[in-house]
């Protein structure tokens, strides 16, 4: 089975400032999707940003950027301008590609705990 | 478009006790997942639904764990008796069917429930 590793139980960054959330992940597949989750204390997951592994283009979506290195199995996700909103756990998951009759269920980390301060 | 519903919101129940979690998927959204996120990890999945039909329960403690899907829409997972460690947030997820095409869709989450067992 896949695994996903999150080695930062916590971070801290002060608003406006640039933060980097660390990911890595054990597979032996070639084809798979990365995903980045935010989960705030209403405990609601929200999708921030998604890669397949295929793509070499690192995904950014507004604030949110990743490094993507496949050979590494590494998948960082920066946070540019942090805002007070931006405070919450954030999940690194691994999803297997599309195989006939099996599921295509998320593989998460553990979190890592955002705090941003004014 | 309304999203992924599911009630209560919060459960207290002493050990030995029998529970029952509802989820309401969006509109449209073949696949279910429920999730299991204890305090500090990941979420993991317990089982998947395409449709009414399971496709993936290995992570289901089955002597304990009930789940079902009838008509496809609308699901409910069980527990029965419970244990002090089935304490936990239990997530619901739908998305659109993987297709042979291999377009990945989203997953969107619920709110959870909260579950306590004493």
């Known amino acids: 089975a896949q695994t996903v590793t999150q080695s930062q139980p916590e971070m801290s960054v002060q608003e406006a400032e640039t933060v980097t959330l660390s990911c890595t992940y054990d597979?032996?597949?070639?084809?798979?999707?990365l995903f980045w989750y935010k989960q705030p204390p209403s405990r609601q997951m929200i999708l921030v940003i998604r890669?397949?592994?295929?793509?070499?283009q690192n995904a950014t979506e507004n604030r949110f950027s990743v490094n993507f290195q496949k050979a590494a199995k590494s998948f960082s996700l920066k946070i540019s301008d942090s805002q007070l909103g931006d405070a919450a756990m954030y999940f690194c998951a691994y999803r297997s590609p599309f195989a006939p009759n099996s599921g295509y269920a998320l593989n998460f980390g553990k979190g890592t705990s955002l705090l941003v301060t004014p | 478009e309304a999203g992924v519903a599911q009630s209560p919101r919060y459960k207290i129940i002493e050990k030995r006790q029998s529970v029952a979690f509802w989820c309401n998927p969006i509109s449209g959204h073949a696949t279910l997942y429920w999730y299991q996120q204890i305090l500090g990890q990941g979420p993991k999945l317990l089982i998947q639904?395409?449709?009414?039909?399971?496709?993936?329960d290995s992570q289901l403690p089955k002597d304990r764990f009930s789940a079902e899907r009838l008509k496809g829409v609308d699901s409910t997972l069980k527990i029965q008796p419970a244990k002090l460690e089935d304490s936990a947030v239990y997530l619901c997820?739908?998305?659109?069917?993987?297709?042979?095409?291999?377009?990945?869709?989203?997953?969107?989450f619920g709110p959870g429930t909260r579950l306590t067992v004493t």
């Open positions: 997820a739908s998305s659109l069917p993987a297709t042979v095409t291999k377009k990945m869709y989203e997953q969107y």
């Open positions: 639904f395409q449709n009414n039909g399971v496709v993936d």
């Open positions: 597979t032996s597949e070639s084809d798979y999707y």
């Open positions: 890669q397949e592994a295929y793509k070499q």
